[in-house]
């Protein structure tokens, strides 16, 4: 699968982005699709697992109860709604997705997906 994201701006903080991953070359269905972000000088952090066929989400300490996650069957695209934004949650998003057995946990490793998209830079000023 391929995968774009897009979606990446300036923003203030405070403010909210949406953040899309659109699949090419086949569906999403029984893929887990993550988001992973990396600042400049920082490892690659782990942002949001979805599981797409059961819609089950799993979201990293740092975003949860502001970062949400929605999608498009038609479109067959990711949505990352991320809300209530801080100058800490500027970097370079990425999408990422990897083949999902039913029932296996949530992937919240980057070593654990093999298809990326080209990442999306957010920047929030203060």
């Known amino acids: 699968v391929q995968l774009q994201a897009s979606g990446g701006g300036l923003v203030q903080a405070g403010g909210s982005l949406r953040l899309s991953c659109a699949a090419s070359g086949r569906t999403f269905s029984s893929y887990h699709v993550g988001w992973f972000r990396q600042a400049p000088g920082k490892e690659r952090e782990f942002v949001v697992c979805f599981k797409w066929n059961s819609g089950n989400t799993y979201y990293g300490n740092s975003v949860k109860d502001r970062f949400s996650i929605s999608r498009d069957y038609a479109k067959n695209t990711v949505y990352l709604q991320m809300n209530s934004l801080k100058p800490e949650d500027t970097a370079v998003y990425y999408c990422?997705?990897?083949?999902?057995?039913?029932?296996?946990?949530?992937?919240?490793?980057?070593?654990?997906?093999?298809?990326w998209g080209q990442g999306t830079l957010v920047t929030v000023s203060s």
């Open positions: 990422a997705a990897k083949r999902g057995a039913l029932g296996s946990r949530f992937s919240t490793a980057p070593a654990e997906y093999d298809n």
